[in-house]
């Protein structure tokens, strides 16, 4: 099991009131599994990718991946492990705009301290992979959203982490656009990699191996019918 | 050591990133460190003005040191008691902090004529005599060679003599002009020779008097005594011959202060000891308030300068920093911790800092050179200049300045999450 989410509380106090964001929530992924998070804006979908990151800690419950603990209290390990073990993919790309798409794609690998030949070429066949290899000398302020999309999930993927957190990643993409992406993400599985999806893209839920809906705090398992019905 | 490589390179390349920005604080730490710099500059200088042109032109005043007064019972109307000023006291005196010099004036303690010829007819007075330092009858001893004799002068030789204007008034109306006698003028009198005879007055005399040429060195007002002034070291070996067991005890001591603030202390201090000092200290009063009330206004400007200065630079780092806040949301995604972001912010804002107030510094060094070639305003041109405690002020100002200001930009990201899409 590359990623499991036990017992997970964490509220917020918004306008003096408490408000549970998540309750108790549960959930794992396995390696090669692709899971899918549905869940109306501002029902903590993107506070659920925090709490597994280690960027926002959760007042009960515990996150593992990939066996080890997620330190939330110690940042310097929950860093550490945000480094390692998890790529993030954006719905607005979350990219040095000013930046070389291959500075973009390195940057892990700079925090992690191997930027040397080694990460560079695996940094070329993924780039080649994702067919943005001949983008990689120029600034990502000028690629389509597409493209941008592509160097995201490039810069991912360049420290070879078993999960991929994916937060709305085809929102901002036309249809076609979106369909590559989705098609990228789910071709992850193939390689054993854990992905976690928060989305509201029904082209997602039905590549997706389980979906869960998010509502109220609570964590439910559902289907893409009964999504698309709501 | 390859993680410690890439970290120097974040870093560097965070340092170098958005050099217009990077500017902005670069620059505003500079002109602000130079406001401050000037504005510390001419403040000290209008000080030291003050202090030293205006404070400095009026030295205080002298204090005068007489032993204690002492209650007399009505009916007893003589004093019989020896008292005066001791060594111990005197040496209390000299060793107090903030005193320039003292002089002591010592009376002689033995009968004492003073002999002179008017055309074939010798005429003889009796006389009280005080030995005196030559600093406190300079005006007196006009040369070098006076001042020499005055020094050197010893008991068996001849013994120079000043004489108070105030005797030569009051021999000329009181005494020469009813007896018939001549009037006497500084010019003519200086230079006559007499005789003194220690040891002996018109009411007593004493075993082993002595007899001893003198000469009138000069005239003056100090110490304000109705008494010939003659070495203080003559004055001793004389008491020391005719009192035995004989103890310097001084009548006065005339003591000058280094400044008007010491004035007030030594004053309070002498008193403290029993003993009575005599002085007018309104004058360093009013001097010292107007120090106080100068050095209050400039301190207060400075701090409305560097307050000033101060937002401006707190301002623009903290646009600086909320520019740049995407890019270490972004680095805080892919793996970076608060601790080396935070690092890194912090050395960056230290290093504009520091360049900045560097700059500013030499450059106010510079201007002070320029300045000071064309300024000639007495006691203004001496100060202008970037002295180590002010560069040490302006580093610290311009390095920690953009630091803290940084620190709530950081403080926000921190408490903030990856913010959603």
């Known amino acids: ?230 | 050591m390859r993680l410690l490589t890439q970290r120097l390179y974040l870093l560097i390349k965070e340092v170098l990133s958005v050099p217009g920005i990077s500017a902005i604080v670069f620059f505003s730490v500079l002109c602000s460190a130079l406001v401050v710099g000037v504005f510390d500059i001419a403040g000290e200088n209008v000080n030291r003005y003050i202090v030293g042109r205006f404070a400095g032109s009026v030295p205080p005043n002298t204090i005068k040191v007489s032993p204690p007064p002492r209650r007399e019972m009505p009916f007893l109307q003589v004093e019989t008691e020896r008292r005066g000023i001791g060594e111990a006291a005197a040496a209390r005196i000299v060793a107090m902090k903030g005193v320039a010099s003292v002089e002591p004036v010592l009376p002689v303690e033995a009968p004492m004529q003073g002999g002179v010829d008017f055309f074939g007819f010798g005429y003889r007075i009796d006389l009280t005599a005080l030995g005196v330092p030559a600093s406190l009858v300079k005006d007196a001893l006009k040369d070098g060679a006076d001042r020499r004799r005055w020094n050197r002068a010893e008991t068996g030789g001849l013994i120079p003599v000043v004489v108070p204007k105030s005797a030569l008034q009051a021999y000329n109306e009181g005494m020469a002009g009813p007896n018939g006698l001549p009037r006497i003028s500084e010019r003519t009198a200086k230079g006559v020779s007499f005789r003194l005879f220690i040891g002996r007055s018109s009411l007593r005399s004493l075993n082993d008097q002595v007899e001893a040429a003198a000469v009138i060195t000069g005239f003056t007002d100090r110490p304000g005594l109705l008494a010939l002034l003659i070495p203080i070291t003559i004055a001793r070996d004389y008491n020391r011959r005719f009192r035995s067991g004989y103890r310097t005890e001084y009548l006065h001591l005339y003591v000058t202060v280094k400044d008007h603030r010491s004035l007030i202390r030594v004053r309070r201090a002498i008193a403290g000891m029993g003993l009575s000092a005599e002085t007018g200290v309104e004058l360093s009063e009013n001097i010292l308030r107007l120090q106080r009330s100068v050095s209050l206004s400039v301190a207060a400007m400075k701090t409305l300068i560097i307050i000033l200065s101060a937002v401006a630079v707190a301002f623009s780092t903290v646009i600086a920093t909320i520019s740049r806040v995407e890019y270490y949301r972004i680095v805080r995604i892919v793996g970076g911790s608060k601790l080396f972001i935070g690092f890194t912010v912090l050395v960056k804002y230290g290093l504009i800092g520091a360049a900045g107030s560097l700059c500013a510094a030499a450059l106010l060094e510079r201007a002070s050179e320029t300045a000071a070639a064309y300024l000639s305003l007495p006691g203004l041109t001496q100060g202008i200049g970037v002295s180590e405690d002010l560069a040490a002020f302006l580093f610290r100002y311009g390095v920690l300045l953009p630091v803290l200001s940084a620190v709530p930009s950081l403080a926000r990201l921190y408490t903030r999450g990856l913010g959603g899409d």
């Open chain 1, 1 to 230: 099991m590359i990623l499991a989410i036990e017992q997970c509380t964490k509220s917020f106090r918004i306008a003096g009131k408490k408000r549970m964001v998540l309750d108790s929530v549960s959930l794992s992924v396995d390696a090669g599994e692709m899971v899918a998070v549905a869940g109306r804006s501002g029902c903590g979908k993107t506070t659920l990718l925090n709490v597994i990151a280690g960027i926002v800690v959760p007042e009960t419950g515990r996150v593992t991946i990939n066996g080890g603990p997620m330190r939330h209290r110690i940042d310097l390990l929950a860093s550490r492990t945000r480094n390692r073990e998890i790529g993030f993919v954006f719905q607005t790309f979350r990219l040095l705009g000013d930046e070389t798409v291959m500075a973009n794609v390195i940057l892990p690998a700079r925090i992690r301290g191997r930027a040397g030949s080694k990460t560079r070429k695996s940094a070329h066949e993924i780039m080649g992979k994702l067919k943005i290899y001949a983008y990689r000398g120029m600034k990502t302020a000028v690629l389509s959203g597409g493209q941008k999309q592509r160097v995201a999930i490039a810069r991912a993927l360049v420290n070879d982490p078993p999960l991929i957190l994916a937060d709305e990643p085809t929102a901002n993409l036309d249809r076609d656009t979106g369909n590559e992406i989705i098609e990228i993400l789910s071709g992850l599985r193939k390689e054993g990699k854990a992905v976690l999806v928060v989305t509201h893209d029904e082209r997602i839920y039905r590549r997706s191996d389980r979906i869960y809906s998010l509502a109220g705090g609570s964590l439910a398992a559902t289907d893409a019918a009964a999504l698309s019905a709501d």
